[in-house]
């Protein structure tokens, strides 16, 4: 079982609101990822850190932004939320070397934070 | 652009009979390969992953690798209702970075 945990599960929120959206994984996994993933829609990579201190953008543009300042911890905010960000976050972690026999070097995801913004 | 690249769907299959579901990846250097199963409103889980050109089973899945034609592919036998639900295909590169994700294929299996 994936130990790597979302907060909050759910929020609905009011347009212009700052929120933060919480990811943490016990597995001591350097390189850890956010999705997002309107429903019946493919997964798209917004953020993704290697490390301590270390953030980068993923392929699809996105308002929020991410920090890295524990291995554990790696939270998504918006600063002022709108409708068009009514979406699935998904929160993901792996291992940062594969090594065959050792590792499968998969992707480990949260339970994921589905936001509405009204 | 790495791409991944699966039929989108839906896939309908009796229950009892074998879902075939099929993936592409332009990445050459890809090493590690990934099927992942997601039910509607839940985040993916890991069900099979493959490194070496072959078949891999466990139980009624049995993942094929092709890294000479780029084509990896799952079948699922013995299908059953529980087993609806999008299927995706991931490819890690050959540096480990990042992983690139198919965009998933909707199989429906018919009681």
């Known amino acids: 079982e994936a130990d790597i945990y979302q907060t909050p599960r759910y929020l609905v929120i009011g347009t212009g609101k700052k929120i933060t959206l919480e990811c943490s994984q016990t597995?001591?996994?350097?390189?850890m990822y956010w999705y997002q993933q309107d429903p019946g829609m493919e997964l798209h990579l917004i953020h993704y850190?290697?490390?301590?201190?270390?953030?980068e953008k993923g392929d699809l543009s996105s308002e929020s932004t991410v920090s890295r300042i524990r291995t554990e911890h790696f939270p998504l905010t918006l600063e002022s939320a709108r409708p068009s960000h009514t979406s699935q976050y998904l929160c993901?972690?792996?291992?940062?070397?594969?090594?065959?026999?050792?590792?499968?070097?998969?992707?480990?995801f949260g339970e994921g934070s589905r936001l509405t913004v009204l | 652009q790495k791409e991944v690249e699966q039929n989108s769907g839906p896939l309908s299959v009796p229950e009892g009979a074998i879902a075939s579901l099929n993936c592409t990846y332009s990445d050459r250097g890809s090493q590690s390969f990934f099927w992942y199963r997601q039910y509607s409103g839940k985040s993916p889980e890991l069900i099979m992953f493959i490194y070496s050109n072959g078949d891999k089973e466990d139980g009624r899945f049995t993942a094929q690798l092709n890294k000479a034609s780029q084509y990896v592919s799952l079948l699922i036998r013995d299908s059953q209702p529980s087993d609806s639900a999008t299927y995706l295909c991931?490819?890690?590169?050959?540096?480990?970075?990042?992983?690139?994700f198919g965009p998933g294929t909707r199989l429906s299996v018919l009681p």
């Open positions: 991931a490819v890690r590169d050959n540096y480990g970075q990042n992983f690139v």
């Open positions: 597995m001591g996994h350097d390189k």
């Open positions: 993901a972690s792996s291992e940062s070397v594969l090594r065959v026999g050792h590792n499968t070097g998969e992707l480990f």
């Open positions: 850190s290697y490390g301590v201190n270390s953030t």
